[in-house]
């Protein structure tokens, strides 16, 4: 199921980062399965492995993936993250909060000082 989920990633032009397996766990609690397994029966499961995909990709993609996951009978739950970066903290409505912006100004403002005096010197 992987493989067919990472492929469909990279034909709608994702890319995937890592597989992880985490191995089989204990849930936290009793899970209900939406279809009883067809080779043994039980409908409440104690216990599942846990796997995480990173993959960037568009919103078209994403809900490709997620209906390749609700129609596999094999998984239980599935969630999708959106993961963040220190890009995404930028904000550029309010400057004078944006410790990035106020550094770049500082920065600016070192150099046209520095400008400045070599241009009294000369």
């Known amino acids: 199921m992987m493989k067919q989920i990472s492929h469909k990633i990279v034909e709608n032009g994702g890319i995937v980062r890592s597989i992880q397996n985490h191995g089989i766990r204990q849930f936290p609690h009793r899970v209900q399965a939406k279809n009883p397994d067809y080779i043994t029966g039980q409908r409440y499961f104690e216990k599942g492995r846990y796997i995480s995909?990173?993959?960037?990709?568009?919103?078209?993609?994403?809900?490709?993936?997620?209906?390749?996951?609700?129609?596999?009978?094999?998984?239980?739950?599935?969630?999708?993250?959106?993961?963040?970066?220190?890009?995404?903290?930028?904000?550029?409505?309010?400057?004078?909060?944006?410790?990035?912006?106020?550094q770049v100004l500082k920065m600016d403002q070192e150099k046209m000082a520095q400008q400045e005096a070599s241009k009294l010197e000369s």
């Open 53 to 102: 995909i990173y993959y960037d990709s568009n919103p078209t993609t994403r809900a490709q993936v997620e209906r390749v996951l609700a129609f596999d009978d094999q998984v239980l739950r599935n969630t999708h993250l959106r993961a963040r970066s220190k890009l995404d903290w930028i904000s550029t409505q309010r400057m004078d909060k944006n410790p990035y912006v106020q």
